[in-house]
């Protein structure tokens, strides 16, 4: 076990020096990865987004035939502009039993300990396939999981269940909320601040517009879902840019919010979506255009991240009971890829090392003890679906 948690540790000083960013290019990390496999006779398929400049990848170790496990990560990571790190993010350091590093938990480590485990998975006999998918742009809403999870279902040999790694500190997590990843734009007419009368500030009716979204939040957070497992118990919101405007004395003829939308399970976010539309369509719109036939509000979803759905039945849960001996599971509030490989009727569940309180933080870190209690699980997966000898 040593021995891995070292190779371990070399690969994941490697995956930490690609700044691999959301939104941009991931290729040389997916190259690294792809010749890591090939070295060790495992053959990849590569998909791409439109632009050609991210991409999945996708393994299979074992024979290539129907049930499974995969095993998901996210290549992507969050920014470090702005955050105070004690040393280059890019460069993992191990300090105190820890590894530090963009990404370390979040979630190259899982990817990490899944490369290291390679070796272990070609000599274990595997009745059912190991199959291993890294996805882009994960962090920016899910768009590369969707596609890899529609890669899956066409190739024909879906597998049973799905192990999403996100820091769970190794807890068996069943379920958690969705997201809607909104950017609202309004369009209104500039004109001099001496008479705001004569334009459309795109700006105050955008601040009207987030008051309807505390309205509506707030509405949520004093009705919470009774003995709900999700914390807080309720639908939440967050505005979290706001852009528009010239001069503090032209009124402002354009305007856009970028926000978000949490739906707790059992709640459908394009219900609250309608009722924001009709908030726009009877109230903004006609105070807006009885100025400028011109003036507009357009919200566009830019990324749809499916729940998971917390059921104690399902394939997932069941099969890391049998492999563990866990019998606790939770949910969470965070959102994963998870939700896309349950929609094309994979069981998933979200499994992976280090905690989540420390992703996105500057001196981010993993536990070399989480590292480890990975490796010993992936150990357990393997030998789980390998045959006797």
Not at 250 to 277: F, K, M, S, Y
Not at 368 to 378: D, G, P, R, T, V
């Amino acid at each position: 076990m040593q021995q891995l948690v070292e190779t371990t540790k070399e690969i994941l000083k490697r995956l930490v020096g690609f700044e691999s960013l959301s939104s941009q290019t991931n290729l040389d990390m997916i190259d690294y990865i792809k010749t890591y496999l090939a070295d060790h006779g495992v053959e990849t398929m590569i998909s791409y987004d439109e632009t050609g400049e991210r991409a999945n990848l996708f393994a299979t170790i074992g024979p290539d035939v129907e049930g499974g496990v995969l095993l998901n990560g996210h290549t992507d990571v969050v920014p470090t502009l702005g955050q105070d790190w004690s040393h280059d993010p890019f460069d993992m350091i191990e300090k105190d039993g820890r590894l530090f590093g963009r990404g370390t938990v979040d979630m190259k480590g899982f990817l990490a300990c899944t490369m290291a485990m390679v070796p272990y998975f070609k000599e274990a006999n595997l009745g059912k396939p190991i199959l291993i998918s890294f996805c882009y742009d994960e962090e920016i809403g899910g768009f590369g999981a969707p596609v890899l999870a529609s890669d899956i279902v066409a190739r024909g040999s879906k597998p049973a269940v799905a192990i999403v790694g996100e820091p769970t500190m190794m807890s068996l997590v069943s379920g958690h909320k969705a997201g809607l990843e909104l950017r609202t734009e309004f369009t209104g007419f500039s004109a001099h601040a001496s008479d705001p009368r004569k334009g459309v500030n795109a700006v105050e009716f955008a601040a009207r517009f987030i008051n309807k979204i505390i309205e509506i939040a707030d509405r949520c957070s004093i009705n919470p879902v009774h003995d709900s497992p999700f914390e807080p118990p309720y639908t939440t919101f967050n505005v979290g840019t706001i852009n528009g405007g010239t001069a503090r004395n032209i009124t402002a003829n354009a305007c856009a919010l970028d926000w978000e939308l949490r739906p707790i399970p059992g709640e459908d976010g394009q219900v609250i979506l309608a009722e924001l539309q009709y908030f726009v369509d009877s109230e903004l719109l006609p105070l807006m255009r009885a100025v400028s036939p011109d003036a507009s509000v357009k919200t566009i979803v830019e990324a749809d991240v499916p729940g998971l759905s917390a059921d104690e039945s399902s394939a997932a849960v069941q099969f890391i009971r049998q492999v563990t001996g866990l019998n606790s599971s939770e949910v969470v509030s965070f959102g994963t890829d998870a939700g896309h490989f349950e929609r094309v009727g994979i069981s998933t569940i979200v499994f992976g090392p280090g905690s989540i309180d420390q992703a996105h933080k500057p001196d981010e870190y993993i536990e070399l003890s989480e590292i480890s209690n990975c490796l010993q699980f992936l150990k357990q997966v393997a030998d789980h679906l390998a045959e006797p000898r």
